[in-house]
């Protein structure tokens, strides 16, 4: 069946880096924009990022663009969100998505995806 299985998260310090990987299962990713999400305690879901199916573009989110990357390597089947400079303020559970549907200029809202991995936990906090 269709799944998505983040890790990389953890706790780490004002400044630092982390780079988290989705890995799919169950269908062809070379076929889907893939989008990554974060959802901070007390608030709503919000769009970090997605990347075109083959990886040659990327459309990030204003406020994270400048410290985020998104990439991809369709053969091993994992998307990649690489986070710099973190601050306490990135502190969220992150998840990665597959877009079904709308324009890739509006990947960054949530409409359009139908399959969500469980998401995993980034702390950042000296």
């Known amino acids: 069946q269709v799944q998505l299985v983040e890790s990389g998260g953890g706790s780490v310090q004002p400044g630092g880096s982390l780079s988290l990987s989705c890995v799919a299962s169950?269908?062809?990713?070379?076929?889907?924009?893939m989008g990554w999400f974060r959802q901070a305690p007390g608030k709503e879901r919000e769009g970090v990022g997605c990347?075109?199916?083959?990886?040659?573009?990327?459309n990030i989110a204003d406020s994270m663009k400048d410290r985020f990357t998104i990439s991809r390597d369709n053969a091993k089947n994992t998307v990649y969100l690489r986070m710099n400079r973190l601050k306490p303020e990135d502190t969220a559970v992150y998840f990665c998505?597959?877009?079904?549907?709308?324009?890739?200029?509006?990947?960054?809202?949530?409409?359009?995806?139908?399959?969500w991995g469980q998401g995993t936990h980034v702390t950042v906090s000296s």
């Open positions: 990347i075109s199916s083959h990886g040659s573009t990327t």
């Open positions: 169950g269908f062809p990713l070379e076929h889907y924009v």
């Open positions: 998505a597959r877009r079904m549907s709308g324009p890739f200029r509006e990947c960054v809202t949530s409409e359009g995806y139908d399959r």
